[in-house]
């Protein structure tokens, strides 16, 4: 029975491994240390980097007297930067995932046309997880899905399939750090990709237009004309979720992480934009809002940092009213601005970074470095020369989710006749940050609750054409994680290390069996001979004893089960310490027995001299 002490002790050291190794994440135990109440299942697992430093004062105080910078490389003083800790991630590690409706916790992979008069249709086949990433395929391949119209549903064609994950309704987040880490699909050459990612407030589903009707991306909390009626200037019918039939405006800002184009050969650029309403009047312009807008790498001779003079797909430039053009379209305003890529943002993994503080500012990063900063003086309203006005809008304070995808649109970037398809965007993660005393995640909150309104507008939320599966889920319910739930999952884990550990048992057993067959062999020939089974025992004890003692002068010549078995009982230095080794080699000589002997052999101790052992005959 001495047997079961080891294997007790096996069984309990591998059932705490595999439960450690396979449920605990330092970045979840961080995070519930921290705020108890948070769901730590939304931190990915294989996560190991819990936490981030940034600076989160205003422009100047973060960054010196002297801001960040004028001209470029100027800055005073180191920044200001405070810990934030990780609060959602994906690492896109498992290839098992499927995001189909209903089907993941995080993302929904769509079948949807999209509103931005797309050349793409998106469908789920063109979404999946390879080599630790998140990959979305473009291919000229001719296909159909469902367009979610304000009158309905219908179906539409495209000559080309992309795809797009969306985390509506999932997980949404207020205020944080957002950042990917990402590889742009095709080249720098030819135009036609619009990779982008970006967030959307919870009460609109980004491609679903009756569910974003007079919601985006309105981020107002006043009562006017603006919230109640169509303006002149704008295509808006007003503010569905207004301060004047509400307790407060409601509506879903949009901000945009990335999104990016080739326009020219060699040409690329990456805009990152905040899209509000409701817009200015013509003759108004945010960039006349002085201290609103930073661009620090504005003279980085690789990005060149600047405002992004794009109209919009919806332009009303041609509005007689209107004094000079800005960003944007009768629908939002594009607070915009763009910087140069290269080649290597096409070959190469970056990380894109998002810095939101609401009511505050948003602020944009590549590679942790700041190239864009939009605040709250951007965003104030102003009256025109017509007597025409709006009131200041708000750096979003709704929940915003987040979406990604890769589409193809002639009204963004032409799409080049060579266009490399099929091309791939490369997600290599996605990770949100919040400060400590900020912790604040969930699509439906107290302050700005959506759940009861999204139930009551289910059509407006969902495709209901045949043949195309869509999900509207609860978003107090956690989705499936790709793993199975914790009690299920340590149970497998436990019957795995108990399979192990019988393992183990089974072939201590065996070799028990062994010993016991060949003693049984020694007793049937101590039956038969007696005096030949004294002679083969004295020789057994005779050997026994020279490898002891040659064990003693040197442990590891030890056989290697006998090694691993003291390591693991006794631990390394007991089983092999430099005081054995430092210890002279003991030389053995075995006397004869009357048997014949063949002459002794010799080796070499690693740590100098001979080791003599008797070589005995008669055969074992």
Known sequence: MAFLRPCLLSFIIINAFVIRTCFASSCQDLLKSISPASNEQWIDSDSSECTKTKCRLDYVDCLGANGWPAPYGDRQGAPKTEEMVLVFSDEFSSKWRDFGPGKDARWQALDLMYVNNDAAIFRRSAVSVRGGNAVITASKTETEGPYSAPWGDQLATAKYTSGMLQGWNKFCFTGGYLEARIKLPGDDQHGGFWPAVFTLGNLGRAGYMRSTEGVWPFSYDICDDNALHKQDWTDHNGQRINQCNSTQGRGAPEIDLLEVGVWESSKPELSTSFQVAPVLPPGLHWLDNTGGVYYPTYADPTLYSGPNGWA??????????????????????????????????????????????????????????????????????????????????????????????????????????????????????????????????????????????????????????????????????????????????????????????????????????RRWKKAKARAELEARDPEAAKAAAERRRQEEKARLREEEAMPGRRRWWVRLAVTLWQGAPAANTRHALARPPIRVQVAPLSAPTKPAASTVHPAGGKVTTAVLGGGR
Not at 345 to 366: E, M, S
Not at 397 to 425: E, G, K, R
Not at 483 to 504: C, E, H, N, R
Request: with cysteine; glycine share 6%.
């Open 312 to 513: 919009g797909i919806n332009s009303y430039m041609q509005n007689a009213t209107m004094f000079r053009p800005r960003p944007g379209s009768r629908l939002a305003d594009a607070m915009s601005a763009t910087h140069k890529l290269n080649a290597s943002h096409f070959t190469d993994f970056y990380v894109y970074g998002l810095d939101w503080a609401p009511k505050k500012y948003i602020r944009w990063y590549i590679n942790d470095r700041l190239i864009y900063e939009l605040n709250a003086l951007a965003l104030k309203g102003g009256t025109n020369s017509a007597n025409q006005t709006v009131g200041d809008r708000l750096i979003p304070v709704d929940p915003q989710y987040i979406n990604i995808n890769l589409a193809m649109s002639n009204s963004f970037a032409p799409i080049h006749p060579d266009i490399p398809l099929p091309s791939s965007m490369l997600i290599d993660y996605v990770r949100v940050y919040q400060a400590r005393n900020e912790i604040n995640v969930g699509c439906d909150t107290a302050e700005f609750p959506s759940q009861a309104y999204i139930d009551a507008h289910v059509s407006d939320y969902k495709i209901s054409l045949k043949d195309f599966e869509d999900f509207v889920g609860d978003s107090h319910v956690m989705g499936p994680t790709m793993k199975p739930p914790l009690p299920i999952a340590i149970i497998v884990g436990v019957t795995v290390s108990l399979g192990i550990t019988l393992i183990a048992a089974a072939v201590f057993g065996f070799c028990v069996w």
